[in-house]
């Protein structure tokens, strides 16, 4: 057999994959409110990326008109954010915040959301207590400032730490659990 060459495609995954059936199921009009969706993310993607580059360049950007985006970048740059930072606790527990400062006992994180969903601000959370674990500091001893930008505008929170230390004591004790699972499946 000789098989047809399709190297421009070897790496890359179908909107619609054979891994991913569930596509079966859809109507027509379904199908089309899925490629909004796919091409949805993929904007979001650049967005950030744009972003990131704004921000690491120091490059804000016009006030006016108000936008997610505008407010996300020029209060990054205000706040001296670091952009699309890992924070790292095990292989099982780690993830990359949109943007984090800690200074003067104030760690601050924000997130940009590009799509129609709203964001959940116990993502944010989920870094602080990241940011905590890694860096050996104890959420009592810090102030938490967390915004999700969206929808043109930003809310923030300022989580309780006792909540902080929860989800970290949350992530040890799952992250030991795995780590004795994984013993156990190798040995």
């Not at 400062?101 to 601050?108: G, H, M, Q, V």
């Not at 602080?128 to 959420?139: H, K, Q, R, S, V």
Request: glycine residues 6%; contains cysteine.
């Amino acid at each position: 057999m000789k098989w047809n060459e399709h190297s421009r495609y070897e790496g890359q995954h179908a909107m619609f994959p054979a891994s991913r059936p569930s596509w079966l199921n859809y109507d027509d009009a379904h199908v089309f409110e899925y490629c909004d969706l796919v091409k949805a993310k993929e904007r979001g993607t650049r967005l950030h990326k744009f972003a990131q580059d704004c921000i690491e360049l120091g490059e804000g950007l016009p006030k006016k008109p108000v936008t997610t985006l505008r407010l996300y970048v020029n209060d990054a740059i205000r706040y001296n954010m670091k952009p699309e930072t890992v924070l790292f606790y095990s292989k099982y527990f780690f993830g990359t915040t949109d943007a984090i400062s800690f200074s003067d006992d104030i760690l601050r994180i924000h997130d940009l959301k590009t799509g129609i969903i709203p964001g959940k601000i116990e993502q944010l959370m989920i870094y602080d207590a990241l940011f905590c674990l890694e860096y050996g500091i104890d959420p009592h001893d810090i102030q938490h400032k967390l915004r999700i930008y969206q929808f043109d505008a930003f809310t923030e929170s300022e989580p309780d730490p006792d909540r902080i230390e929860e989800i970290g004591d949350q992530i040890v004790r799952f992250n030991e659990l795995l780590l004795i699972r994984e013993e156990e499946d190798n040995g």
